[in-house]
């Protein structure tokens, strides 16, 4: 008989034990997703103590209940004590049960820390249970970020070797390229360190991250050297992304893989298109602008050839290999690049010219031989060309201006001035506005010294361009919406002036001013003027002006040519 009541009473044992378990472990609950008060809490989580006092997570819940309280108490020493005396040892007691709790050991810390602040003795010290919750969770984790961002908040009190390990696990936390939380530790250290050094060793080396803290700077007008260099060295890493994005595409196109080519040599160009030479301001070069140049023009290349072979075709609706041609300056990439479309059977060089075939093709032949300077050769196409009859589509306009203005051209540079002007005066019937025609005619009546011609089409070339004054009208540009207005202009040397005044009176707002895609200058807006000297090529130049804090009034902008050394402009 005693032999079958053992086992009937241990499994009752069990199962009362089972039921204090579980109902601890609904109390709990209760406590924290019913309970409103913290003294309905309080209830509930003794109950739950009381019915099975080995659950480390009530310990934990009540000792964030009596921070809380203590925390709302502060105007009440002898409450506010007992409370953060009670906390503590809860969660003491929680950790007593679970040791490796991360997230006891952050509360616990914060409650040490409150009693630090507060002269209260405290049975440990505050670093050393921050360190544990940080050492006891993942690297990314937000607790190891919390702690990293409260124990910034307290950098000046702290010790070398936990000024290190502070700055240790906030670098590994902003290693995830989270926004939100490099915001949010700028923050902290505007308000408590402002350490140049200490954030350079802090964020990660990264465009996305160099440009935040850059704007985060800009927007509160705060160490405007440290903006810029962190804006260069973020357009050196967008650099050596771009030369690595181009190294794989040549891979690619090595392997024929033509659109992954093209998907490379795009995300090259993508790169290079965040860079706005920041370093020119910065006062230190970050990388080389000659490389630059040579990985664009290398993308584009690669890019355009690509394309080619895919469509077998030099259909260009984006631009990108009028875009390499302009760009290209080398005469054996160019001899090259021809070769490649010719075996391609898309340029047929014994055929003779007929334009009514094709004229993007000849257009683009042209392009070619103008930059190979086998100008004979367009000027004979030329011949051929005028003996044409020739009914042109509107599609088809665009590129016969382009194909009269380089037969022009051509002839300039064999000098054959009057034929030059035959065919400039053919393009300008096709184009009445076309900048580059009208200057290469003004060219060619300034060598034949017909000087009223040459001054009636400077007088077009004048209502074409951008007025020596713009008045703006008080136009005001906040931090919302950058101003954008295209400079049209003759080329040459130039100096650019521009007013402006905050918005409202007394403000430093930073203003930031890009020319045809590069920074000319940046200040604070209460200088009320921006001068500089730009040399600019013929065209449509975009002028961009941003305002990163506070707001400017724009009144007018100045474009006036440089004059030659010992001559000046007259007013």
């Not at 240790?168 to 923050?187: F, K, M, P, V, Y």
């Not at 005028?386 to 599609?395: D, E, H, W």
Request: glycine share 6%; charged share 25%.
């Amino acid at each position: 008989m005693k032999k079958k009541i053992l086992p009937l009473a241990g499994l009752a044992v069990l199962v009362l034990l089972q039921a204090a378990v579980a109902w601890n472990a609904r109390l709990c609950w209760r406590a924290k997703a019913v309970a409103t008060g913290p003294d309905a809490k309080i209830r509930l989580l003794r109950r739950a103590n009381a019915l099975f006092p080995w659950n480390d997570a009530v310990f934990f819940e009540l000792g964030k209940v009596y921070f809380a309280q203590g925390a709302e108490a502060l105007g009440n020493p002898a409450a506010r004590d007992t409370l953060f005396r009670r906390s503590v040892d809860a969660y003491l007691r929680s950790l007593r049960l679970d040791p490796s709790s991360p997230a006891v050991h952050f509360e616990l810390a914060q409650a040490l820390l409150y009693m630090s602040y507060l002269s209260l003795p405290a049975p440990l010290g505050y670093f050393e249970e921050y360190k544990r919750a940080a050492e006891l969770t993942g690297h990314n984790s937000q607790i190891r970020f919390d702690v990293g961002k409260v124990l910034l908040a307290r950098w000046e009190s702290l010790s070398r070797a936990e000024q290190d390990f502070v700055a240790d696990i906030l670098r590994r936390s902003l290693a995830g390229q989270d926004e939100e939380r490099l915001r949010d530790l700028l923050e902290t250290w505007n308000l408590s360190v402002r350490d140049i050094g200490l954030i350079d060793r802090l964020l990660p080396d990264e465009p996305g991250a160099l440009r935040l803290y850059a704007r985060y700077l800009g927007e509160r007008s705060l160490f405007p050297e440290a903006r810029r260099a962190a804006l260069a060295r973020a357009e050196a890493l967008d650099v050596a992304r771009a030369r690595s994005e181009l190294d794989r595409g040549r891979h690619e196109a090595e392997a024929f893989r033509t659109a992954e080519a093209a998907a490379r040599s795009a995300a090259a160009l993508d790169a290079l298109g965040s860079v706005k030479f920041y370093q020119a301001l910065a006062g230190k070069e970050f990388f080389d602008p000659k490389e630059f140049a040579a990985i664009r023009k290398a993308a584009l290349r690669l890019l355009a050839m690509s394309r080619i072979e895919e469509t077998r075709s030099l259909a260009d609706k984006d631009g990108v290999i009028a875009a390499y041609l302009a760009a290209e300056d080398d005469f054996t990439a160019l001899s090259e690049f021809e070769t490649f479309v010719k075996e391609r059977g898309l340029l047929d060089e014994d055929e003779a010219v007929s334009p009514l075939k094709d004229l993007p093709t000849l257009a683009f032949r042209m392009t070619l031989d103008f930059q190979l300077n086998r100008y004979r050769d367009i000027a004979r196409d030329g011949g051929l060309l005028a003996s044409s009859s020739l009914l042109i589509a509107p599609s088809g306009r665009p590129s016969y201006a382009r194909i009269l203005r380089l037969i022009g051209e051509s002839d300039l540079k064999l000098d054959n001035v009057y034929e030059a002007e035959r065919y400039l005066r053919m393009a300008l019937e096709v184009d009445p506005q076309d900048l580059e025609v009208l200057l290469s005619l003004e060219r060619c009546y300034r060598r034949l010294n017909e000087e009223a011609k040459a001054a009636e089409v400077e007088g077009i070339v004048d209502r074409l361009t951008s007025p020596a004054v713009t008045e703006l009208a008080g136009r005001v540009v906040d931090g919302e919406v950058p101003y954008k207005l295209d400079l049209v202009t003759s080329g040459g040397p130039r100096t650019l002036r521009l007013e402006f005044a905050p918005s409202p009176e007394g403000g430093h707002p930073l203003v930031s001013i890009f020319l045809d895609g590069r920074i000319v200058w940046e200040g604070n807006g209460d200088t009320g003027l921006a001068e500089f000297p730009a040399t600019l090529g013929p065209g449509r130049v975009p002028l961009e002006i941003t305002v990163l804090s506070g707001a400017v009034t724009l009144s007018r902008i100045g474009l006036a040519p440089i004059p030659p050394a010992g001559h000046s402009i007259s007013k």
